[in-house]
Every structure is written in C-alpha cells, then in structure tokens.
C-alpha cells in the first residue's frame, strides 16, 4: 500500500514561482510518478510524468507546460517534486501526485491547491 502526501500549493501571481512536493509512504521505487491537476468544472490532465531508476529514463510533460515546468524525484526520500516556473491563471487548479504500479494499481495523493491570480 502507498499513500502519498502533497504539498506546496497556494496563491501566488502570474509569472511567479511554486514548487510542489509529494512526500510517499511505501515502496515506489519501481513506479511511475507523475503529478495530474484538476480545475474547476474540467476533468483531471497530465502535467509530467517521471519513470523510475530501473529501466528507460524519462520525463513527459503535458503540452501547455511549455517549459515551464520540472519534474524530478529522489529515490532515498520517496519525494518527487514539481517545480512551477513562470505561472499562468490558466494554471490555478488542485495539483495531484499519483503514482503508478504498472500492474493496474494506481494511488492518488489529497490534492493541494494552487491559485494564480493578480
């Protein structure tokens, strides 16, 4: 069983800066992390995807990121991390962390809110 833990989130202004953290308890080791968010009135989306230490190395980011965004984790703390550049309104939503099993199991963090707004 993996339970994760988000936090980070709050209110900053456009074009300022947020970095989120999902602290994990239980082995994540093998899975796919990956941060999601969800804004009011509009279905859960992708941001980034990591891929864990064993096999292939990657890191997918949604579209919109557009750069602005860093996915990274660190496997001695069972955190990963999502580094918010250069934030947009279009940006405000509840950010998820989740991890992924590869065997059909999925876990999903509480969620933390993050407002852009001037």
């Known amino acids: 069983q993996v339970q994760l833990v988000e936090s980070g989130g709050g209110l900053v202004q456009p074009g300022e800066s947020l970095r989120l953290s999902c602290v994990a308890s239980g082995d994540i080791f093998s899975m796919i992390m990956g941060w999601y968010r969800q804004a009011p009135g509009k279905q859960r989306e992708l941001v980034a995807l990591?891929?864990?230490?064993?096999?292939?190395?990657?890191?997918n980011y949604a579209g919109f990121v557009k750069g602005r965004f860093t996915i990274s984790r660190d496997n001695t703390k069972n955190t990963v991390d999502l580094q918010m550049d250069r934030l947009e309104v279009e940006d405000t939503a509840v950010y998820y962390c989740?991890?992924?099993?590869?065997?059909?199991?999925?876990?999903w963090g509480q969620g933390t809110q993050v407002t852009v707004s001037s």
């Open positions: 989740n991890a992924d099993a590869r065997t059909g199991e999925f876990y």
């Open positions: 990591i891929s864990g230490p064993s096999g292939p190395q990657y890191k």
